[in-house]
């Protein structure tokens, strides 16, 4: 996919570039300009800000870019700050967008870095997070993924390849190599992805299937057949039963002298009852009217002393005080209040009123007297009837008895037993069932595990099918090598007394060779330089040649960095690598951009300078404007 930079700004400053199809070089003796530039341009494609000088955040507030993606031009605004939630504005395409840069806290919101993936029509895939385990947690393919591609930083172009040092990059390296070269396909994701969902079930089952084992074992029912066997004796013993007690029920139900025996039963104890009944009242009314007479005669007693009393009895009235013996006048003239005790006098009562409440008292207590009696001959006539009910009552049920001796009682107990044998049964049969459930349930367990071992190594072996090298890929890996070790010899990179290859890409690790030697075994930082830059530009002459899934833009930074002066190579290789890159611009250019941020250019490459900073002039200004 063609990706181009055309022009980048930022706001609040006088500073911008513009750049060109093909090549594009940046210099100067300030490395934090150029460096800055360049992670700006990265930036425009899902890199972050972290890193940047403080000076960019305190004197702009947006970066402005325009880029082309495909054949279509955009106008991007992005803020300068390294939240993942800064909003993106994006116009283009007939469509005007605003997106969170990397909302990682919602794996289902849309975000800047999605929207690359899609305008890069670069696959969307999510991969085992350890390629050995297909059924490893999953991992999504991002567009920082995919431009791991196109980017060699200044701190590992003499070091690593695309960071292979880093366990998490490396294996995301391989991915993308597998992804873009056609080995590992959209096909292969989905089964993968089918294998996680597999193998999660598979140990959910197997962890089931454990339990139940091991549940089943302890009880008396661990063989299958005899559990079926019980079951079915169950069964049979309950309908039995239930024949049993219908037919006993209607035998006691026909006897119809019986029954008239038990209704006279029952109407003998209900008039019993109620007899019981009225003596209970009689007995309570004889309580309460020996209550009465107990107080009437108490208020009798208490009259017949008020009587004497009023007789024998006369007041005293005091003419000299027993305290003090002084003489004590006579009351006033009204006699209302005592001069003695300072009283007013109780009134009195005459002995006629007296003798009147007396008799009344009697004549009451007579009454009561009667009353008493007339209750407990009631109580005695009730008690009589009850008697009488009671033996008739015995007489009856002993006729009853006589008549159903033969047979009710037999009868009854038989139900009875018959009925707690019933209950037993059924209960007895729900346990069985229950164990029956659980084999049940085992049996399901088992065949679960079986379909999904049958269908995890069918996955697997359609994996291995679908990962293995097509004549395809082969042909792809085979060009990339051609590229690769013509690109070394376009280099001028020194050759070895061996008869191994100049380079290529290993099988299985996807790192470039040179001379046998792997890349970290390669003692020369400038080698590495050569091989870093040869095996980046193989990568992109590929992509293009082949149409691959590879975002068709390159950042080098540092490129001279470790050539010409620790190692002493002349300055011919660098001007080789530099005019390798400018015949590549001019075949080229229309679909390959290359930004390459150096210290040294050579006089060869000048023409292609976009930007060159220094101390006088930087890419961000001093605040007064310098």
Aim: charged content about 25%; glycine content about 6%; proline content about 4%.
């Amino acid at each position: 996919m063609r990706v181009r930079i055309d022009s980048l700004e930022l706001s609040g400053t006088s500073r911008s570039v513009t750049f060109r199809p093909g090549l594009n070089v940046i210099t100067g003796e300030i490395a934090t300009g150029k460096t800055t530039l360049l992670r700006l341009c990265k930036s425009l494609f899902g890199a972050s800000l972290s890193g940047l000088a403080p000076e960019v955040f305190d004197r702009s507030v947006n970066l402005r870019a325009q880029v082309v993606i495909g054949s279509t031009e955009y106008r991007i605004l992005r803020p300068l700050t390294t939240s993942s939630m800064a909003q993106i504005e994006i116009a283009g395409g007939g469509s005007a967008l605003r997106l969170p840069f990397d909302p990682k806290g919602d794996r289902y919101a849309a975000s800047y870095k999605d929207w690359l993936l899609e305008v890069m029509d670069l696959p969307r895939l999510t991969v085992p997070s350890a390629p050995t385990r297909p059924d490893s947690d999953p991992s999504p393919v991002t567009i920082s993924d995919y431009l791991q591609y196109c980017d060699l930083t200044e701190s590992e172009i003499d070091d690593s390849v695309f960071g292979h040092h880093y366990f998490y990059k490396d294996i995301k390296r391989k991915y993308v190599f597998e992804i873009v070269y056609g080995k590992y396909t959209i096909r292969a994701a989905s089964l993968q992805e089918r294998l996680r969902e597999i193998s999660s079930e598979l140990a959910a089952s197997r962890a089931d299937d454990a339990v139940l084992a091991k549940i089943l074992a302890a009880t008396p029912w661990e063989n299958r057949a005899e559990l079926d066997r019980q079951i079915a004796e169950a069964h049979d013993m309950i309908a039995g039963l239930d024949q049993s007690v219908i037919q006993l029920s209607h035998q006691i139900t026909s006897k119809t002298q019986t029954g008239q025996l038990r209704e006279r039963i029952q109407k003998l104890e209900q008039q019993t009852a109620d007899l019981e009944v009225a003596r209970e009242r009689e007995s309570g009314s004889v309580s309460r009217l020996e209550e009465l007479l107990a107080q009437l005669r108490t208020q009798a007693e208490r009259l017949a002393r008020s009587i004497v009393a009023g007789s024998l009895l006369v007041d005293f009235e005091f003419v000299q005080c027993p305290r003090c013996g002084a003489n004590v006048a006579s009351r006033e003239a009204d006699g209302s209040i005592c001069k003695l005790c300072l009283q007013l006098p109780a009134q009195s009562y005459t002995r006629e009123a007296l003798i009147q409440e007396q008799e009344r008292v009697e004549n009451q207590i007579r009454e009561t007297l009667e009353l008493i009696t007339e209750r407990r001959e009631r109580i005695i006539a009730l008690d009589q009837a009850v008697q009488q009910h009671s033996a008739e009552r015995a007489t009856v049920a002993g006729e009853l008895d006589l008549q159903t001796r033969s047979y009710v009682s037999d009868e009854a107990s038989e139900m009875t037993r018959q009925a707690e044998l019933r209950t037993q049964a059924r209960e007895r049969l729900a346990r069985l069932q229950d164990y029956l459930g659980l084999f049940e349930r085992w049996d399901q367990t088992r065949l679960q595990i079986g379909a999904l071992e049958r269908e995890k190594q069918e996955l697997e072996e359609q994996l291995k099918g679908i990962e293995g090298l097509n004549d395809t890929v082969r042909e792809r890996i085979a060009g990339l090598n051609r590229r690769f070790a013509s690109i070394l010899e376009e280099f001028n990179v020194p050759r070895f007394d061996t008869t191994e290859p100049i380079s290529y890409i290993h099988p299985s690790t996807y790192l470039p060779v040179l001379y046998g030697r792997r890349f970290d075994d390669l003692s020369s930082q400038g080698f590495k330089v050569m091989v870093n830059v040869a095996h980046v530009l193989a990568h992109q002459l590929t992509a293009i040649a082949n149409e691959l899934p590879l975002p068709n833009i390159l950042f080098i930074d540092g490129l001279t960095s470790n050539i010409g002066h620790r190692e002493g190579l002349d300055s011919e290789r660098v001007a080789a690598i530099y005019q390798y890159l400018i015949d590549l611009s001019n075949q080229l250019g229309h679909t390959l951009q290359v930004i390459v941020a150096d210290h040294d250019v050579p006089d060869n490459a000048r023409e292609f300078l976009v930007a060159e900073f220094s101390q006088e002039h930087r890419f961000v200004p001093e605040p007064d404007g310098g």
